[in-house]
């Protein structure tokens, strides 16, 4: 199973909602990411976490607020959110720590802020 | 100037022809990956290569590390293969990837 799987796969919210994003996979991936991006541009890094750690936020807003309850979930708690943060939200993990790993993607969750 | 660079942008082709998609970059790297993203979709990793040539299907991924470069190549195109594809490089510390813009590719029937 090389699957890491997104809910839900699309999202509707306000500027006042609070929503969260999910991502899960079985591989026994200890690494997890989460990218964002805007149509017709490449991917954008938000957050890498290591062993449940986050190791690496790429200056994101506070109104994006990830989160790593174990080592095979991921999510994304979103709040306050503005309408320039529509975009795909990408979900991928990899295998360790090791630094020659294949990132596996799922879906995205395609955002749109109103 | 972007740590990585390729062309073309965008690429349009008969069914049946070989394609290359060229990449190259500025920094030193421990692995560069092609992925594929069709429209509106979630990205699937083709390959990660360190050295050397890879091969799936109708897929060849090659890398020069001294002159910085790769290229993917895709044999007998084929309509299903449209797609954006892009190029990461892995730095040579840490997990993060650096994307190129990306590879518009149509291929028509």
């Known amino acids: 199973d090389t699957e890491v799987t997104q809910t839900p796969k699309h999202l509707v919210m306000g500027m006042t909602n609070k929503k969260s994003l999910k991502c899960e996979q079985h591989?026994?991936?200890?690494?997890m990411y989460w990218y964002k991006q805007k149509a017709k541009k490449p991917p954008e890094l938000m957050f890498v976490y290591s062993y449940e750690k986050l190791s690496i936020n790429e200056s994101v807003p506070s109104r994006f607020s990830p989160e790593c309850p174990n080592s095979s979930l991921l999510n994304l708690h979103l709040h306050a959110l503005q309408p320039e943060d529509s975009a795909l939200y990408l979900c991928?993990?990899?295998?360790?720590?090791?630094?020659?790993?294949?990132?596996?993607f799922g879906a995205g969750t395609r955002l749109s802020v109103l | 100037k972007n740590e990585v660079e390729q062309s073309p942008q965008n690429l349009t082709a008969q069914e049946g022809e070989f394609i290359t998609i060229n990449c190259s970059y500025s920094?030193?790297?421990?692995?560069l990956h092609w992925l594929q993203q069709h429209p509106g979709g979630g990205i699937v990793s083709l390959f990660m290569?360190?050295?050397g040539k890879k091969k799936h299907g109708r897929l060849i991924a090659t890398i020069n590390i001294q002159e910085k470069h790769s290229s993917l190549h895709i044999t007998a195109s084929h309509p299903r293969d449209s797609a954006v594809y892009i190029c990461?490089?892995?730095?040579?510390?840490?997990?993060?990837?650096?994307f190129g813009a990306g590879t518009i590719l149509r291929v028509k029937s």
């Open positions: 591989m026994g991936h200890r690494a």
């Open positions: 920094v030193g790297i421990s692995a």
């Open positions: 991928a993990s990899s295998g360790g720590r090791g630094l020659k790993n294949i990132q596996y």
């Open positions: 290569l360190s050295s």
């Open positions: 990461a490089v892995r730095g040579e510390y840490g997990n993060k990837l650096v």
